[in-house]
């Protein structure tokens, strides 16, 4: 595929919420060597950050990973002050969006791994994100400038009336689920993306590690495999999930460990009944297709670099 053939995508549209201001993209100097990191929420984002910070640092522990490695296109603090910390970044960025891709500048030069997860998975992990987000949270979404639409409000006792009410609204309280799955799906073969599953790296996370090198043209130090192996652990990251975190944990109750809770898969079988769940996968197929329906659920189908 020779690039000058290459329909790139373009920016189509803003979104602006109590989260979002995708307008920062606009004014954010792209270096050919930069690594952006996407998904959709709570679909092993934090878990990618560590891996990337892991090769292109060799192994090293400490990394500040969430100062490092910033979610851009969050409203908060303001995209100056984000921007401004990125340029001086003298190491190869790796950087986060929850954006889908018409909403996104895009780059043809820089590399862009996306991570998917069934979206069942995806709400009990948001669910845990959202009781547990304490009032300096709150303040941070709805008391700063800039806010557009309504501010996030408490979330419901139930999780499975989160989850319903999430699929009703398609995606509520946050955003869109199903669009950004389709955005990015709709670009898996352009030659600078590469897919990933959340479900294919807890079967395997040194073989998606290594697929991850590769197509990040890293040369991974086979003296420092254990030690990049060891600190992309779940039981490392929630040991020390401080430095992995925004703020340290700070805007949740139980502080750094809430943010990195489980990291497994399942928590809503046995909770929501089969009726509801054949209802999520029957609306996956109708939202995506059945190619991208079959991926989201099982990590099959996923587009191949090789």
Known sequence: ??????????????????HFDSTVWNDFAFRDDDIIISTYAKSGTTWIQQIVSQLIFNGQVGLPVADMSPWLDLRVPPKEVKIGELEKQTHRRFIKTHLPVDALVFSPKVKYLYIGRDGRDVVWSLYNHHINANQSWYEALNDTPGLVGPAIS?????????????MARDGYPFWPFWENIRSWWAIRDLPNVHFLHFGNLK????????????????????????????????????????????LGGAFWDGGAATFVHKGVNGRWQ?????ATSAAYEARAREELGEACAEWLLTGRNEPDRD
């Open 1 to 18: 595929m020779h690039s000058q053939s290459i329909a790139w995508p373009q920016k189509k549209r803003e979104l602006h919420s109590n």
């Open 154 to 166: 408490k979330p419901v006792d139930s999780v499975l009336q989160y989850f319903d009410e999430w």
């Open 270 to 274: 046995g909770m929501l009944s089969p």
């Open 203 to 246: 079967k395997d996370m040194p073989g998606e590690i290594r697929k991850i090198a590769a197509f990040l043209g890293i040369s991974v130090d086979e003296t420092r495999w254990t030690q990049i192996l060891e600190h992309c652990s779940f039981d490392y990251m929630k040991a020390n999930a401080a430095a992995s975190v925004p």
